[in-house]
């Protein structure tokens, strides 16, 4: 059974970083794509940042130099280290794995940049 779970999420102030972490289950997360997406209130969920099976990154244009993604296969784990975060990040964090076509979601974790 496909299993995702994320943490890592608070409350921090501008500027401050935060790590977000996807652990998997039920499948081996380096032989697939993985992929972090954000939904604000009011908005639609949006692409954040992926990791394909090569290793090879993207970021969407908004957190790109701010934002850095990285896999752990021993672990199992996809990381979202997020810095230099601004209000405009206040979103509940999701990951995604693509498998055989299908979209297999985690419950989300809480991103909240305040002061």
């Known amino acids: 059974q496909v299993q995702l779970v994320e943490s890592g999420g608070g409350l921090v102030q501008p500027g401050g970083s935060l790590r977000l972490s996807c652990v998997a289950s039920g499948f081996t997360m380096e032989y697939y794509a993985i992929g972090w997406f954000r939904q604000a209130p009011g908005k639609e969920r949006e692409f954040v940042a992926d990791?394909?099976?090569?290793?090879?990154?993207k970021y969407a244009g908004s957190v790109e130099g701010r934002f850095t993604i990285s896999r752990d296969n021993a672990e199992n784990t996809v990381y979202l280290q997020m810095n230099s975060l601004e209000p405009e990040d206040t979103a509940v964090y999701y990951c995604r794995a693509r498998i055989l076509r299908q979209n297999f979601w985690g419950q989300g974790t809480q991103v909240t940049v305040s002061s």
């Open positions: 990791i394909n099976v090569g290793g090879n990154k």
